[in-house]
């Protein structure tokens, strides 16, 4: 089945530490993205590529790196600089030119920092 | 810069009733519309788009959202909803078909 994953669902961490979040899309799309998710606040993206190994930030990249290395994934760092890390982070592809505009979402990754 | 406004954050209805989720958007250039629903801890599923064309579009599952330019408007409706209708519903626009700009979002509450 194609689509996309991140890992894990639920991810738990103190104060002070780095964590990497997982997402990987076997859809073959070349943009990904990051967004960052708060009740009442809709959706904010924080980092976003349209080729391997090119990236742009978005509107909250403060606290937040990415890389991209392969087509397929697209890993999000959350430093220990991001203030209020505690979100649920949601990842999406597209396709990047054509007539196709939809990006798919993948499941989310529910982070709390204590 | 583009912006979106869902302007009711909760919509309470009774099962069978019509629902209107309320979107209006600013933006200086011709936008790419799209309605997006999320089911509690889950992704993002897109539940419709306009692109161009006609401005009234339909989704598989009997909602529908009318584009109106003048108004700047992409409201969603759906003749008669369902309990599994329950969910969160996201506006979203975007200029250039790759970045998009959220709306806050607007609960939809369907009650027997």
């Known amino acids: 089945d194609g689509g996309i994953t991140q890992s894990p669902k639920y991810l738990f961490r103190k104060e002070g530490q780095n964590v990497t979040l997982s997402c990987e899309q076997n859809?073959?799309?070349?943009?990904m993205y990051w967004y960052r998710q708060d009740p009442g606040q809709g959706l904010r993206l924080i980092y976003y590529?349209?080729?391997?190994?090119?990236?742009q930030k978005g509107d909250i990249a403060e606290g937040y790196s990415v890389s991209r290395e392969k087509k397929e994934s697209f890993p999000l760092t959350v430093t220990s600089a991001q203030k209020n890390p505690t979100a649920f982070y949601l990842c999406?592809?597209?396709?990047?030119?054509?007539?196709?505009?939809?990006?798919?979402f993948g499941p989310g990754t529910r982070l709390t920092v204590t | 810069a583009q912006s979106v406004t869902q302007l009711d954050s909760q919509v309470p209805v009774f099962e069978e009733a019509p629902v209107e989720l309320r979107c209006n958007y600013s933006s200086s250039v011709s936008v790419y519309l799209f309605w997006y629903v999320q089911y509690p801890n889950q992704g993002l599923q897109l539940l419709l788009k306009y692109l161009s064309g006609s401005t009234l579009v339909e989704s598989i599952n009997g909602f529908e959202a009318e584009f109106n330019k003048s108004q700047t408007s992409f409201h969603l409706r759906k003749p008669s909803v369902h309990i599994s209708d329950t969910a969160e519903y996201f506006c979203?626009?975007?200029?250039?078909?790759?970045?998009?700009?959220f709306g806050a979002g607007t609960i939809l509450r369907v009650k027997s």
């Open positions: 999406a592809s597209s396709i990047k030119s054509g007539t196709e505009y939809e990006q798919y």
């Open positions: 590529s349209q080729i391997v190994n090119d990236f």
């Open positions: 859809l073959n799309h070349d943009a």
């Open positions: 979203a626009v975007s200029e250039d078909g790759n970045k998009l700009v």
